[in-house]
């Protein structure tokens, strides 16, 4: 760790910050700083070898963005993971999407996301930790080229954010292995390339939208059957979803 008792300049502070942040962002989306749970300064100090200067100001930018939360008296707890949380995040992914793809129509890169579709179609391993990585990396990088086309940089930023959350819940729910996840993920987007390609906004939103509802149902789903989560579901969420009301 570095020596604290020495001054430092502010390229070095900002150096460490970035550090600090990157590695628990990281730990926060893997879960490798699981859900619910409730941290430190010190003891995150210790697991990562890290500065508490940096983890300090690391910690308030993951407030910011919905990761951690001020746990009173004792420190932080890593944002815990409820049903009101996963409609909240696939909502606004469900509003935003849809409009960031078709603003793309006519200026994302085709050759590009051609390119990134034939990774896709090539699908993962499930049972290989670094294949699925790779997949889930491509499949994030192939939508969020689309997004940032639409060059409206505050919905981009958003919606980087929420593609988080939704990382997280996928290493949180574990549903990689799942037949129905293939189905939504393992496809081939050559749809929504040529929907992009032939300027059919309205082909691209739906698409984007249909698949942004598909994982939501999928994530609810293994959420509602599983024990693990921290903060039983309000009944209201079960019979109001958000999902019926968008198709009825």
């Known amino acids: 760790m570095l020596d604290k008792s020495f001054p430092q300049s502010d390229s070095i502070a900002t150096s460490q910050t970035d550090v600090a942040y990157t590695i628990l962002h990281a730990a926060i989306i893997s879960c ?4 619910g749970l409730e941290v430190s300064e010190a003891t995150l ?13 690391a910690l ?10 001020v746990a009173a008296r004792r420190g932080y707890q890593i944002m815990p993971v409820t049903l009101r949380g996963v409609r909240d995040v696939f909502e606004m992914r469900r509003v935003l999407e849809p409009s960031a793809t078709g603003l793309a129509v006519g200026k994302v890169n085709l050759d590009q996301l051609a390119n990134l579709n034939e ?10 930790p670094d294949n699925l990585s790779i997949f889930m990396q491509v499949h994030r990088q192939f939508h969020m080229l689309i997004i940032n086309a639409s060059g409206n940089q505050l919905i981009a ?3 980087d954010n929420l593609w988080d959350q ?3 819940l996928l290493n949180f729910t574990h ?3 799942r037949k129905r996840f293939r189905m939504i993920h393992d496809l081939d987007h ?4 040529e929907a992009l390609s032939k300027g059919d906004r309205l082909a691209a939103e739906n698409f984007v939208r249909k698949e942004i509802i598909e994982l939501y149902d999928l994530i609810a789903e293994d959420i509602l059957a599983s024990e693990s989560t921290l903060e039983p579901p309000p009944k209201a969420l079960l019979e109001q979803s958000w999902v019926k009301r968008a198709e009825g």
């Not at 490798?32 to 859900?35: F, I, Q, T």
């Not at 990774?119 to 290989?128: E, L, P, T, V, W």
Request: proline content about 2%; overall charge positive.
């Open 45 to 57: 100090s210790k697991q990562y070898d890290l500065g508490k200067g940096g983890i300090r100001i």
């Open 190 to 193: 050559g749809a929504l390339v």
């Open 175 to 177: 549903i990689h292995v």
């Open 60 to 69: 308030a930018r993951l407030r910011q963005q919905g990761l951690v939360a």
């Open 32 to 35: 490798d700083l699981a859900p």
């Open 157 to 159: 930023s958003t919606l």
């Open 166 to 168: 939704t990382s997280r």
């Open 119 to 128: 990774i896709c179609k090539a699908g993962y391993q499930a049972d290989n």
